[in-house]
């Protein structure tokens, strides 16, 4: 029977791919679990060239047996260029900072992103203002990022602190990136963009890596190979494939809600997975991130008028 005869609402979220979503807001808070295990072997810079050699093979392959052109035009060039150096930048800061602090404040930590794209958008993005709600959000979201940094003060002993730090900043660069991809590469697949920053971005892992880390970045256990391969195929390739097609069918704004779930399960596996503890700080810092997180997604974007 012809798909014309049920379209799909757009306005309404079927319960079976809400339960989808937030399954992708679990796979997603597990990234922080899995870079950890994975940074027990593998140095950072050898970690990330690891993931994603393994995401582009994965995507590459899909694009190419659903016929999705992956090739840039010359005149896009830069533009890719630009955002694949964001890309490699950000990764660098949450392997890097990952690598001294716990995966359960990584995960609160990156995760602080749609709160830097909502401050980033209200400057540099036409008709996308701040609004009251967003405000709100961005309020309870910096008072939790305050109480995850409280336990490095508690004691004296700042055992997180640079980690935490460069977690943050990685939080920032993956708003500023969604921001600046927004802004300049609208009209290029997403498939095109994602497959280019793996292009640039996996051999100036593996370079970096060469340099700062030689042998000494590559071990060998089951875990941590376990955990690339979560990174690679489970992230870099299910998630991105699978959140992909649910934008084809929901707007992203009615969708992105659910993921205020993610650092929340991020210190939830933490704990179940490795044994990490939740301090009270990092308890009501998640909270107040993840509740900053759905405040602002759920708040009406003000566009210019005329």
Request: charged share 10%; hydrophobic share 55%.
């Given at each position: 029977m012809s798909k014309t005869l049920y379209p799909i609402n757009k306005?309404?979220?079927?319960?079976?791919?809400?339960?989808?979503?937030?399954?992708?807001?679990?796979?997603?808070?597990g990234n922080a679990v899995s870079l950890k295990i994975g940074l027990e072997e593998f140095s950072p810079?050898?970690?990330?060239?690891?993931?994603?050699?393994?995401?582009?093979?994965?995507?590459a392959g899909w694009a190419s047996a659903h016929g999705i052109s992956i090739k840039p035009q010359r005149h896009e060039y830069l533009r890719l260029f630009l955002c694949a150096i964001l890309f490699i930048?950000?990764?660098?800061?949450?392997?890097?900072?990952?690598?001294?602090?716990?995966?359960?404040?990584?995960?609160?930590?990156?995760?602080?992103?749609?709160?830097?794209?909502a401050l980033i958008a209200h400057f540099v993005v036409p008709g996308d203002y701040m609004t009251r709600r967003k405000a709100l959000g961005l309020a309870f979201a910096f008072g939790g990022i305050c109480f995850v940094f409280r336990d490095n003060f508690v004691g004296g002993t700042r055992?997180?602190?640079?980690?935490?730090?460069?977690?943050?900043?990685?939080?920032?660069?993956?708003?500023?990136?969604?921001?600046?991809?927004?802004?300049?590469?609208?009209?290029?697949?997403?498939?095109?963009?994602?497959?280019?920053?793996?292009?640039?971005?996996?051999?100036?892992?593996?370079?970096?890596?060469?340099i700062f880390e030689g042998k000494a970045g590559y071990g060998f256990s089951f875990p941590a190979l376990l955990a690339i391969l979560y990174q690679g195929a489970g992230i870099a390739?299910?998630?991105?494939?699978?959140?992909?097609?649910?934008?084809?069918?929901?707007?992203?704004?009615?969708?992105?809600?659910?993921?205020?779930t993610t650092p929340l399960w991020g210190i939830l596996l933490s704990n179940l997975l490795i044994g990490e503890p939740i301090t009270a700080g990092l308890t009501i810092g998640a909270a107040l991130v993840a509740l900053?997180?759905?405040?602002?997604?759920?708040?009406?974007?003000?566009?210019?008028?005329g």
């Open positions: 306005n309404v979220i079927p319960p079976r791919v809400i339960f989808f979503v937030l399954f992708l807001a679990m796979l997603w808070g810079f050898a970690s990330a060239g690891l993931r994603f050699t393994i995401g582009l093979a994965l995507i930048a950000q990764i660098a800061a949450l392997n890097m900072g990952a690598n001294f602090t716990r995966a359960g404040r990584t995960a609160v930590m990156t995760n602080t992103y749609p709160l830097f794209v055992e997180f602190l640079v980690g935490d730090l460069l977690t943050l900043l990685g939080g920032f660069l993956l708003g500023l990136l969604i921001v600046v991809t927004n802004r300049l590469i609208q009209n290029i697949s997403t498939y095109c963009v994602l497959t280019t920053q793996m292009v640039i971005g996996v051999p100036i892992f593996f370079t970096l890596s060469a390739g299910f998630c991105f494939v699978a959140w992909t097609l649910l934008l084809k069918d929901y707007p992203p704004s009615r969708l992105s809600v659910f993921f205020f900053g997180i759905y405040t602002i997604n759920r708040a009406p974007s003000v566009r210019a008028s």
